[in-house]
C-alpha cells in the first residue's frame, strides 16, 4: 500500500521560506515521477512543480525563480523548497505521486503566508 506523508507547512511571512517534505512508502520510488500540487479556497487544484525519475523539473510559472523541488532516493522523499513566499502562495500544498497504473496524493498541509 503506498502511502504519502508529508511534512512542512506552517505560517510564514511575506518574503520568506518554508522546505517541504513528501515521504512515499509501499512503491519502488526511484522509477516514478512526483510533485507538488496546491489549492487555495475557491480555486482549482494546480501544478506548482513536478520532478521525474530521471530528475528533470518543471514548474509553474508563478513560482518559477522561488521554488525549487528536489528528490532524494535514498530517502524515498521529493521535497519543495519555498523562497520570496508570497501572500498568493497560501493554500494547501499535496504531495503527490505517479505510478504506472494511478496518482497517490499525500494528506495535504497548509502554508500560510501572511504578516
Known amino acids: 500500500q503506498v502511502q504519502l506523508v508529508e511534512s512542512g507547512g506552517g505560517l510564514v511571512q511575506p518574503g520568506g521560506s518554508l522546505r517541504l517534505s513528501c515521504v512515499v512508502s509501499?512503491?519502488?520510488?526511484?522509477?516514478?515521477?512526483a510533485g507538488w500540487y496546491r489549492q487555495a479556497p475557491g480555486k482549482q487544484r494546480e501544478l506548482v512543480a513536478a520532478i521525474t525519475s530521471r530528475r528533470s523539473t518543471n514548474y509553474a510559472d508563478s513560482v518559477k525563480g522561488r521554488f525549487t523541488i528536489s528528490r532524494d532516493n535514498a530517502k524515498n522523499t521529493v521535497s519543495l523548497q519555498m523562497n520570496s513566499l508570497k501572500l498568493e502562495d497560501t493554500a494547501v500544498y499535496y504531495c503527490n505521486f505517479k505510478t504506472r497504473w494511478r496518482d497517490y496524493w499525500g494528506q495535504g498541509t497548509q502554508v500560510t503566508v501572511s504578516s
Open positions: 509501499g512503491s519502488t520510488f526511484n522509477n516514478n515521477d
